[in-house]
């Protein structure tokens, strides 16, 4: 390298460090931890405290029209490692049943999952039901109907993409359903996982620019979809030409920002875990949630 080129590179790095010594990255490494500490504190203030937590009580035992979105993976039941084991216990049931059985309440389970398996674990329950993030809804006491007609010949071309990435990735598979592809890596090394799904994530929304298809990421898992469908165009249809005097909406992921985005004033929403989000709440973890549900299902009409 010329002695010319040399000179020259070591001066814009003698200019860095003069503008960029210890102590300047001492404060800004300061800054960024009271930043975090910042940002905890801004969502611990958004977790249901006691006196909204009576609020919301009172205001289900006050109403006459309830309806109740529950979002289940990660809401109701835990995340399992491998998804097809994550049935719903007999406590679980229980508690939908008893919510189900009070003639003010529409409890509608709101899913990514597939409407056969939503079938299977909560059809002997008098609910409703929204599967594949509101491809398929099924009202109380009605069939399964898709929200909206749309095309899936679009697998064709992604699936061999979600493919690839699973041969990458040990631990991770590929789920279709009706109307969507998952790719999920919730088995997988967490280090590795982090660097392949950030890969997949930009190599679909490369691939799906211009196209009738939209990349959803969640915390273990990456969906391709067609836009249009998602679980506030479900909840609208739900809502419409209905009057409820109590809504609640409870779900833990991106895909439920969808659902609280569309909740009309004065509805209550309740993120799981310690996140941005729309909903007005948050709780920890699924078994805060289970037990507010079971608190609610204590109350009495005044």
Request: no cysteine; proline share 4%; charged share 30%.
């Amino acid at each position: 390298m010329p002695e010319e080129e040399q000179a020259r590179r070591n001066q814009v790095m003698q200019s860095r460090l003069e503008r960029y010594d210890v102590i300047h990255w001492g404060q800004e490494f300061v800054g960024e931890l009271f930043s975090v500490k910042e940002q905890q504190r801004q969502f611990s203030a958004r977790l249901m405290d006691r006196p909204s937590r009576e609020k919301l009580i009172k205001d289900y035992a006050a109403s006459q029209r309830r309806i109740l979105f529950l979002d289940y993976d990660g809401t109701l039941s835990p995340f399992k490692e491998h998804p097809e084991t994550a049935v719903p216990g007999a406590i679980l049931i229980a508690l939908l049943t008893t919510l189900s059985e009070d003639p003010r309440n529409n409890l509608v389970i709101v899913s990514g999952r597939h409407r056969v398996l939503l079938q299977r674990w909560f059809g002997s329950l008098n609910i409703g039901m929204v599967a594949e993030h509101g491809a398929w809804i099924k009202e109380k006491e009605k069939d399964w109907v898709p929200a909206v007609k749309v095309e899936s010949n679009w697998k064709e071309k992604v699936l061999p993409i979600l493919r690839s990435h699973e041969d990458r990735l040990p631990g991770s598979f590929t789920e279709e359903k009706e109307f969507s592809l998952v790719w999920n890596f919730r088995s997988a090394d967490p280090e590795l996982a982090s660097v392949r799904s950030k890969q997949l994530a930009d190599e679909l929304s490369y691939s799906s620019e211009n196209t009738e298809l939209q990349v959803l990421q969640a915390s273990k898992s990456i969906e391709v979809r067609n836009i249009g469908i998602d679980k506030g165009m479900a909840a609208k249809l739900l809502l419409a030409d209905k009057t409820f005097d109590f809504v609640l909406a409870v779900g833990d992921d991106q895909a439920d920002e969808d659902l609280f985005k569309v909740l009309p004033e004065g509805s209550y929403s309740i993120k799981v875990g310690l996140s941005k989000s729309y909903a007005k709440f948050n709780l920890r973890n699924h078994r805060e949630v289970v037990q507010l549900l079971t608190d609610l299902t204590k109350t009495v009409k005044p």
